[in-house]
């Protein structure tokens, strides 16, 4: 596929990946009982590979608008996700060069951004008072099994996205300093 094509194509695919995120993440839940909150990232995981293909001004053009989406459609209070998602696109455009150079870095790299998302989202909503954070039952209830959860999603998806996102050794990106 085509760079021209991916720049029409990768919105679609985020939005796709958003609205996914939302489905696996309501039968995790229904599958704990409603004990832990894992929440699925594919979003957040196809967007770390989508800046490979893109311009860091286009690929926070679309984070911010998917932010506007992913605020009003789950968490109701437009903001948090607008704010996080083209920080984290920035940040990752920015440190490319060593994302990029082998498996482990990426999948690092998906674990931390993992992380600062939902700690961060919980900060932010707990500062502004929409909810109370107990810091222990976050990391056991939520956090822990949403960083699992995803670490293995990424694994599972890490080759498919290699092959999809054509992410080797003679890839331009591995090449920038």
């Known amino acids: 596929m085509s760079r021209f094509t991916f720049q029409f194509f990768t919105p679609l695919l985020l939005f796709l990946?958003?609205?996914?995120?939302?489905?696996?993440?309501?039968v995790f839940q229904n599958l704990s009982g409603g004990t832990l909150t894992p929440v699925c990232?594919?979003?957040?995981?196809?967007?770390?590979?989508?800046?490979?293909?893109?311009?860091?001004?286009?690929?926070?053009?679309?984070?911010?608008?998917?932010?506007?989406?992913?605020?009003s459609y789950y968490v109701g209070i437009l903001g948090i996700a607008t704010l996080l998602l083209p920080l984290i696109a920035l940040?990752?455009?920015?440190?490319?060069?060593?994302?990029?150079?082998?498996?482990?870095?990426?999948?690092?790299?998906?674990?931390?951004?993992?992380?600062?998302?939902?700690?961060?989202?919980?900060?932010?909503?707990?500062?502004?008072?929409?909810?109370?954070?107990?810091?222990?039952d976050?990391?056991?209830h939520q956090l822990a099994p949403t960083l699992l959860l995803n670490v293995v999603l990424a694994i599972i998806l890490q080759y498919p996205l290699e092959l999809f996102y054509k992410l080797r050794k003679s890839h331009p990106?591995?090449?920038l300093k």
């Open 41 to 71: 990232h594919l979003l957040l995981i196809f967007l770390v590979y989508s800046v490979t293909q893109h311009r860091h001004s286009y690929v926070v053009i679309v984070a911010l608008f998917l932010g506007v989406v992913y605020d």
């Open 91 to 136: 940040f990752v455009y920015n440190i490319q060069s060593a994302v990029f150079t082998n498996r482990w870095t990426r999948l690092f790299t998906l674990i931390i951004i993992v992380t600062l998302f939902e700690v961060a989202s919980a900060i932010i909503t707990s500062a502004f008072g929409f909810s109370k954070l107990n810091f222990l």
């Open 173 to 175: 990106r591995y090449n």
């Open 17 to 26: 990946m958003m609205l996914l995120d939302g489905q696996l993440t309501t």
């Open 138 to 140: 976050f990391v056991v």
